[in-house]
């Protein structure tokens, strides 16, 4: 045949087949998850520690000890050579291997290959076979598959910084559950111990902070719990102010306050807002120091890198408190607030509260100090006050500051210098409380200035620190160390300062 001939023929052969209808012939293949009835259950989390079968009874955060156990099969009529699995979590991949093939109808029931390090918090699981699309399928929508679990988060220790990078996509997997998920996926941590030691501690505070002005991250508290599938379920309180702001919640811990205050720990969820999961962020827990007498100043306190929350407590008595947070840290926005227990909170309470109840300074001035002025009318109660670390900006300062709490009107009196210290007594007395006690000091001196019982045993400080020369006031409340009003009787006002020691009767009427 001439070239001719053979040019033409190929010709037809290829406008033939463009024209012939194409039919491909899938074969019978159908990969999809197994819900087994044995040790695997469907697509399951097991600690190393977990001998049982079935469900698992305890998952371990923050340690190499995760395996996840998994089934799958092939419901349809041909067999198939090789399968690929990928284990993902929070939709980030944990693992990816091709494993054996499958014959006709077959299901396996397999396990990762290695132990997994999976964060304490609540976290989506998901399998999906032949993810590539190698294989063609007669059904391609039944390949993926998610279970959602809970990982018990480690302890954190009081008054020390904690930097964690990554935070879970809140919705990963979601779409492929096999059940509602009763909360979005979270980073998880569990808060110290709040108890009372001696005064200090009726308050707790846990707080994060993003690490860049542009993260966004939200803070829920939850009960301390080691179920795999009820922890960081329902939360107990929620805090969402917004992009690169400190989220912090105090935590009522006497349970004689009457609302809903309970010692122990709590867990904490936290939660991606917006942006990408590579976030990073500082998360930090304290308790309250009780502050006793007023007038009060803290001296010089620091929160360090990665810190944000100084918390205190004082029984408000006087009408006209002054509380003012000198900041001696330019460049480092600082914030307070003072917070009342209320009926109806469970014990709980954001900024969102504490700014919203109208008892806060939050001037947005960096290194610029924060009052709260008087007059300001509220009940004789115990209040917790708070300084934070306003945002992301300040997290990896070290801030410091001076708390101050005022009673105006008593201090330094005026007049000529004193020639000679001494006591003056308490005025009035006998006293229903307060009663104001003044002393006077020919030079500057440390006064410890206590009020005893008949027994001589303490039951008051009222004045302790340095004070210059002059006359001087002090106001005494008429309550014990413990804040709670002292029964009426005799009592003794035992001033030492200035070389002198004196000591006098006084009389509580109630």
Not at 179 to 192: I, K, Q, T, Y
Request: hydrophobic share 40%; aromatic share 6%.
């Amino acid at each position: 045949m001439r070239p001719a001939a053979h040019a033409l023929l190929a010709a037809n052969l290829v406008a033939a087949l463009l024209v012939a209808p194409v039919v491909a012939s899938a074969a019978d293949v159908d990969l999809q998850p197994w819900v087994t009835q044995s040790t695997t259950l469907d697509l399951v989390p097991k600690d190393a520690l977990d001998s049982t079968t079935g469900l698992p009874t305890r998952l371990r955060g923050g340690l190499v000890t995760t395996r996840v156990f998994f089934g799958y099969r092939n419901d349809g009529a041909d067999s198939v050579a090789g399968v690929r699995t990928r284990l993902l979590l929070d939709g980030s991949t944990l693992a990816d291997e091709v494993r054996g093939g499958l014959a006709p109808l077959q299901a396996v029931e397999s396990v990762s290959s290695a132990m997994h390090n999976v964060r304490g918090g609540r976290h989506t699981l998901t399998m999906q076979l032949d993810p590539l699309g190698a294989l063609l399928e007669t059904n391609e929508t039944n390949n993926e598959h998610s279970t959602q679990w809970a990982w018990e988060p480690g302890v954190m220790a009081l008054d020390s910084a904690y930097a964690r990078s990554g935070v879970p996509s809140p919705t990963a997997g979601s779409a492929s559950l096999n059940v509602p998920a009763p909360f979005v996926n979270c980073d998880g941590l569990r808060s110290p111990d709040f108890r009372t030691v001696e005064n200090d501690g009726f308050w707790g505070a846990v707080a994060i902070c993003p690490a860049s002005v542009g993260g966004n991250l939200d803070l829920a508290l939850f009960a301390p719990s080691s179920s795999v599938t009820g922890a960081f379920a329902v939360p107990l309180e929620q805090s969402s102010l917004g992009a690169g702001l400190t989220e912090v919640v105090l935590v009522d811990t006497d349970p004689a306050g009457g609302q809903g205050g309970l010692p122990g720990r709590r867990d904490l969820g936290v939660v991606l807002s917006a942006g990408p999961t590579s976030q990073s962020y500082a998360a930090f827990a304290t308790r309250s120091e009780y502050i006793n007498p007023l007038p009060f100043d803290s001296g010089d306190r620091a929160l360090g890198p990665g810190e944000t929350v100084a918390l205190f407590e004082y029984y408000h008595g006087p009408p006209n408190v002054q509380i003012v947070l000198d900041n001696h840290t330019g460049g480092v926005d600082l914030n307070l607030a003072i917070v009342r227990r209320l009926p109806g909170q469970g014990g709980y309470y954001t900024l969102q509260d504490m700014i919203a109840n109208g008892l806060s300074s939050t001037s947005g001035v960096p290194g610029g100090d924060e009052v709260i002025p008087t007059p300001f009318d509220l009940p004789n109660d115990f209040y917790a006050v708070l300084v934070w670390k306003n945002s992301a900006a300040s997290l990896g300062a070290t801030a410091r500051f001076a708390l101050r709490m005022l009673l105006p009107g008593l201090g330094v009196e005026g007049g000529a210098l004193p020639v000679a210290s001494g006591f003056l007594g308490a005025s009035p007395n006998p006293a229903r409380s307060p009663t104001t006690l003044r002393f006077e000091l020919a030079r500057e001196s440390l006064v410890e200035l206590a009020v005893h019982d008949l027994s001589g045993r303490r039951v008051a400080r009222v004045a302790s620190g340095v004070y210059g020369a002059g006359r001087h006031a002090v106001e005494w409340n008429g309550r014990g160390a413990d804040g709670r009003e002292l029964p009426g009787g005799l009592y003794f006002a035992r001033f030492e300062g200035g070389g002198v020691a004196v000591t006098r009767k006084m009389t509580l009427v109630r």
